[in-house]
């Protein structure tokens, strides 16, 4: 009986391996193309090479990225011995900047209807100016600027040349930010196909003859069972700290850590927490176009913002420290891409609130500290007592309503005002006060 059950067991699995007999790979990358999401691309074309697949689906939706993420990309994918299909999905999405070059460098571009592609800026790690917009101060960000353009134009025209789509417009897509619909896209050879979904995708690739590196192969998609797979939750903690408000929040919180605990020393917890915070804002400004200017602005803002507590300027120093602050922000990153750039939404409210913390939090615990002593017996010194008994030098006075021994360098006589000097032991250093009493 049990044999009976093996035999048929495997004779379904064999059914049904036949009847599913390929398996393609998909994998959805939305938002900016950075160093995580560069790299879940690749692992996933690693993937299907050494699982046999019969292509690998990336769903796309994108506004761009960076230029050494998206070279990383397209050097894979021009080098993969799986098809690669690159989605543009769903109605909406967009292929933006980097999604240009990774659209053209797919063995089969296809796109939703409703979405977009186009507008390819390059973005490099570190900053450095955006092509189509010089700085009239600056010869050499020009160079850098067309440099980058070149370099970003040579590269699209080659993936779309090896890929028999359309050079000129690729180019155009580059160095005009020129940006087209699907429709148009498929009349000018950019994309191979509109499809409303990925069952529609399946059935217009069926029988298409594909050229890899050094084969042809022939799409069979008819019956294909297709696994998906998703960002560990490691790659998307990474990807989350790729955010560049969550970089800059960090940032913030870490500089309000720091502060507070120098002005408060042995606080211990906001330091800790501002140096975690620190550590976790680098890290997520190594995958973003950050400018140098912007970091030190910021820096020169909260130093004004600091000086404004112990200097009296009226106002100067905090107006020069929030302005400062604020352009600094906007500058931080250095990209045109605006799902790249810091969102005007945070800026504010940080600013806001880091101005209201260096002037009222910092301020007061710095107030405090330089506060007179009001309590204990060094709170003594200064208070104006009477003399109960004559000072000879020695006797008794009364202070705050409580009864002290005392001490004058001179005779004072009962009845008159004296006041503290300081404090040895139990016994007051005083002399002669006109105070009334």
Same mark, same amino acid.
């Given at each position: 009986?049990?044999?009976?059950?093996?035999?048929?067991?495997?004779?379904?699995?064999?059914?049904?391996?036949?009847?599913?007999?390929?398996?393609?790979?998909?994998?959805?990358?939305?938002?900016?193309?950075?160093?995580?999401?560069?790299? &879940?691309?690749?692992?996933?074309?690693? !993937?299907?090479?050494? +699982?046999?697949?019969?292509? *690998?689906?990336?769903?796309?939706?994108?506004?761009?990225?960076?230029?050494?993420?998206?070279?990383?990309?397209?050097?894979? &994918?021009?080098?993969?011995?799986?098809?690669?299909?690159?989605?543009?999905?769903?109605?909406?999405?967009?292929?933006?900047?980097?999604?240009?070059?990774?659209?053209?460098?797919?063995?089969?571009?296809? #796109?939703?209807?409703?979405?977009?592609? @186009?507008?390819?800026?390059?973005?490099?790690?570190?900053? @450095?100016?955006?092509? @189509?917009?010089?700085?009239?101060?600056?010869?050499?960000?020009?160079?850098?600027?067309?440099?980058?353009?070149? +370099?970003?134009?040579?590269?699209?025209?080659?993936?779309?040349?090896?890929?028999?789509?359309?050079?000129?417009?690729?180019?155009?897509?580059?160095?005009?930010?020129?940006?087209?619909?699907?429709?148009?896209?498929?009349?000018?050879?950019?994309?191979?196909?509109?499809?409303?979904?990925? +069952?529609?995708?399946?059935?217009?690739?069926?029988?298409?003859?594909? =050229?890899?590196?050094?084969? /042809? /192969?022939?799409?069979?998609?008819?019956?294909? !069972?297709?696994?998906?797979?998703? #960002?560990?939750?490691?790659?998307?903690?990474?990807?989350?700290?790729?955010?560049?408000?969550?970089?800059?929040?960090?940032? #913030?919180?870490?500089?309000?850590g720091l502060i507070f605990e120098l002005s408060n020393p042995g606080a211990i917890f906001p330091?800790?927490?501002? $140096?975690?915070?620190?550590?976790?804002?680098? &890290?997520?400004?190594?995958? *973003?176009?950050?400018?140098?200017?912007?970091?030190?602005?910021?820096?020169?803002?909260?130093?004004?913002? *600091?000086?404004?507590?112990?200097?009296?300027?009226?106002?100067?120093?905090?107006? @020069?420290?929030?302005?400062?602050?604020?352009?600094?922000?906007?500058?931080?990153?250095?990209?045109?891409?605006?799902?790249? !750039?810091?969102?005007?939404?945070?800026?504010?409210?940080?600013?806001?609130?880091?101005?209201?913390?260096?002037?009222?939090?910092?301020? #007061?615990?710095?107030?405090? /500290?330089?506060?007179?002593?009001?309590?204990?017996?060094?709170?003594? $010194?200064?208070?104006?007592?009477?003399? *109960?008994?004559?000072?000879?030098?020695?006797?008794?006075?009364?202070?705050?309503?409580?009864?002290? =021994?005392?001490?004058?360098?001179?005779?004072?006589? =009962?009845?008159?005002?004296?006041?503290?000097?300081?404090? +040895? !032991?139990?016994?007051?250093?005083?002399?002669?006060?006109?105070?009334?009493?």
């Open positions: 009986m049990k044999t009976h059950t093996y035999i048929i067991t495997i004779a379904i699995l064999l059914l049904l391996n036949s009847t599913y007999a390929e398996v393609i790979h998909r994998i959805r990358v939305d938002g900016v193309i950075n160093p995580v999401s560069s790299n &879940f691309m690749i692992e996933a074309v690693d !993937r299907a090479e050494m +699982d046999g697949a019969e292509a *690998l689906i990336i769903e796309l939706d994108t506004p761009g990225g960076l230029l050494e993420a998206t070279r990383d990309i397209v050097q894979r &994918f021009l080098a993969a011995d799986v098809p690669i299909i690159v989605y543009v999905s769903p109605s909406g999405a967009r292929a933006g900047s980097a999604g240009v070059f990774i659209t053209l460098a797919a063995h089969i571009a296809v #796109m939703a209807p409703g979405t977009n592609i @186009g507008a390819a800026h390059p973005v490099t790690i570190g900053g @450095g100016g955006v092509p @189509g917009q010089q700085k009239p101060d600056s010869a050499s960000t020009s160079v850098m600027s067309d440099k980058m353009t070149n +370099d970003a134009a040579a590269l699209v025209r080659s993936v779309a040349e090896q890929r028999d789509r359309n050079m000129e417009w690729a180019e155009k897509a580059v160095r005009e930010s020129d940006a087209i619909i699907a429709t148009d896209a498929l009349e000018n050879n950019v994309i191979d196909f509109i499809a409303v979904d990925i +069952d529609r995708l399946l059935f217009k690739i069926d029988g298409l003859d594909v =050229k890899l590196k050094d084969r /042809q /192969q022939i799409m069979e998609t008819s019956e294909v !069972r297709i696994i998906t797979y998703e #960002m560990s939750w490691r790659e998307n903690v990474l990807n989350r700290l790729s955010d560049p408000n969550i970089a800059y929040i960090f940032m #913030m919180l870490g500089m309000y330091g800790v927490i501002g $140096v975690i915070c620190l550590l976790l804002a680098f &890290f997520s400004f190594q995958t *973003l176009p950050l400018n140098i200017v912007g970091i030190l602005l910021i820096l020169f803002g909260i130093i004004l913002l *600091l000086l404004e507590i112990k200097v009296t300027s009226y106002g100067i120093l905090t107006i @020069g420290g929030a302005t400062s602050l604020f352009l600094g922000s906007l500058m931080l990153i250095d990209t045109n891409v605006p799902a790249l !750039r810091v969102s005007i939404n945070v800026i504010i409210p940080s600013v806001i609130f880091t101005v209201a913390f260096a002037l009222f939090a910092v301020g #007061m615990g710095l107030r405090a /500290q330089a506060r007179k002593v009001t309590t204990g017996k060094e709170g003594l $010194v200064g208070e104006i007592g009477e003399v *109960l008994t004559d000072l000879d030098p020695t006797g008794t006075i009364l202070v705050n309503g409580e009864y002290w =021994k005392a001490e004058a360098t001179v005779n004072i006589e =009962k009845g008159q005002n004296v006041k503290v000097t300081s404090v +040895d !032991r139990a016994k007051l250093k005083v002399e002669r006060s006109d105070s009334a009493e």
